[in-house]
């Protein structure tokens, strides 16, 4: 199994590129957010690669991170989507904002990828949802973070702000902001700063 290529660049279109690697040229299949970080052709390259192995088919689909590679694995575990459909999904969205419309179970965001109806969106909220809070999966900007250990603090504050009506990753992030400024705060002090 192949696990990434590292070569030349010999070609690159937004939907595919070609990695020379000792004089092999290795077709890939790539999203639009890993064409946005390819050099130009001829410059050296490192992709994680997924090896589809079909009965039918055998295809390299190139990730510029592991954790886009990642991603992309969760997606196509998901009952109804396959590879070119994730693909499209992650060159349509940042994957931590892909992430973060999933934990915040946002079927609107998500149904608003091109070819991803109403059923398909629900189902990979389902899916992944969990499986993603069970990892510990804070989306946080551009990256995303593991979630701290428990804190009581922490824990009463934002049972405290999804009370209030705020989103659970939205209440997570003000929640970890406040106490990464200031660790020694109170659940009190807490909430008035993530309600500033």
Do not use: C, W
């Not at 922490?154 to 989103?167: D, I, K, M, N």
Request: hydrophobic share 45%; no cysteine.
């Amino acid at each position: 199994m192949i696990a990434y290529l590292d070569g030349l660049l010999s070609y690159k279109e937004p939907t595919s590129a070609i990695i020379d690697v000792h004089g092999v040229g290795y077709a890939v299949h790539i999203s639009l957010q890993t064409y946005a970080t390819l050099p130009g052709g001829g410059d050296r390259v490192k992709l994680f690669i997924h090896h589809l192995f079909r009965e039918d088919l055998q295809a390299l689909y190139g990730f510029a991170s592991a954790d886009e590679k990642s991603l992309f694995l969760d997606l196509i575990a998901v009952s109804g989507v396959g590879p070119n459909t994730a693909l499209g999904m992650l060159s349509a969205m940042q994957p931590s904002d892909l992430r973060l419309a999933i934990l915040g179970e946002n079927v609107r965001a998500v149904q608003a990828i091109k070819g991803i109806g109403a059923k398909t969106a629900q189902r990979i909220i389902l899916e992944l949802r969990d499986k993603m809070k069970r990892a510990g999966v804070v989306p946080d900007g551009p990256s995303y973070r593991q979630q701290p250990a428990a804190n009581p603090v922490r824990e009463e504050s934002l049972a405290a702000l999804v009370a209030l009506g705020f989103p659970k990753p939205t209440a997570e992030k003000s929640v970890d902001d406040a106490l990464k400024a200031d660790p020694d705060l109170t659940v009190e002090e807490v909430i008035r700063r993530a309600l500033r």
